[in-house]
């Protein structure tokens, strides 16, 4: 006996249609299909989210701020993509959110271990670790890094850099730390330079590879640029660190672009080097951006 009967898919799908049908009533709506390149199917099964899109843009119009956000998700917006004739959402920094990155990330070059906040609870087995990774680090050992997770602004960046902050200036240990998706993009605005930047990720001493998984995913960043870098310090037992927003399994997901059997076995492949060269962990506190 099927789960599902024949008249409830036919109410669902007539369900579907009546949304979309009067989501065509705005203008907005149909030029996003449009732009999008949306057969009715698609849309169809993708309107309550094209819509939430929508209404998130138009928040952003009259927005002076992130203290002003009306959004999901604080300085962010939903943004739709399409991959492999399959619509994907994801949420991008908004112009304000992406300026407090910026000023952040001039703050975090000089931030050191004393500077971090100790007296938040949530951030105290993270902090030990740290703590401990630290005293005990020997550039002749095999030390793992982090695959630090949690929710947009608790602060994953600030501590890992307040880490290799005080290795480099301490113990005169080179660092390179990078924002995963700026790195991709400077390299395809610059192949003059791959061999060289690859060269750099592959070999010094520590390396951080921030927002992981905040990247648009194509097989090239996937398997030549990512995959490369991290098989290779893999094989000469090089410290990797890793923030993401997304769990080790939502990554995976992430990084299988068509989603099919060929394609999960490389992203496998990938989550298999990261769990190679990282100890798993998780920091969800208030968003420190705010």
Not at 167 to 172: A, G, N, R, V, Y
Request: proline share 1%.
């Amino acid at each position: 006996m099927p789960l599902v009967s024949g008249m409830e898919l036919k109410s669902n799908k007539l369900e579907l249609e009546k949304n979309f049908e009067e989501a065509c009533l705005s203008k907005e709506f149909v030029m996003l299909v449009k732009s999008l390149k949306l057969d009715k199917t698609s849309a169809m099964k993708k309107t309550i989210k094209l819509q939430e899109t929508l209404e998130e843009k138009s928040h952003c119009k009259n927005c002076k701020g992130t203290f002003m956000c009306k959004n999901a998700y604080n300085g962010h917006v939903l943004i739709p993509t399409k991959k492999e004739n399959r619509i994907y959402f994801t949420y991008m920094p908004c112009k304000y959110e992406e300026q407090i990155l910026e000023k952040n990330k001039q703050n975090e070059r000089k931030v050191r271990m004393k500077d971090i906040d100790t007296k938040d609870k949530k951030q105290l087995s993270i902090i030990k670790w740290m703590d401990s990774f630290y005293e005990n680090y020997d550039l002749a050992k095999n030390s793992k890094g982090l695959y630090l997770h949690g929710s947009f602004g608790s602060g994953k960046t600030y501590l890992l850099t307040a880490l290799l902050n005080e290795l480099e200036i301490t113990k005169h240990v080179s660092v390179e730390m990078v924002y995963f998706p700026e790195v991709l993009r400077s390299i395809k605005e610059d192949f003059d330079a791959f061999g060289y930047k690859m060269q750099r990720f592959m070999n010094v001493d520590i390396l951080l590879l921030d927002d992981i998984g905040a990247e648009k995913v194509t097989e090239w960043g996937r398997d030549e640029v990512l995959g490369t870098i991290l098989q290779h310090r893999m094989e000469k037992n090089k410290t990797t660190f890793f923030t993401s927003n997304l769990t080790i399994k939502e990554l995976e997901t992430n990084l299988s672009i068509a989603n099919n059997s060929v394609d999960k076995v490389k992203s496998r492949r990938i989550i298999e080097r990261i769990k190679q060269l990282s100890v798993d962990m998780e920091l969800v506190s208030e968003n420190r951006r705010d």
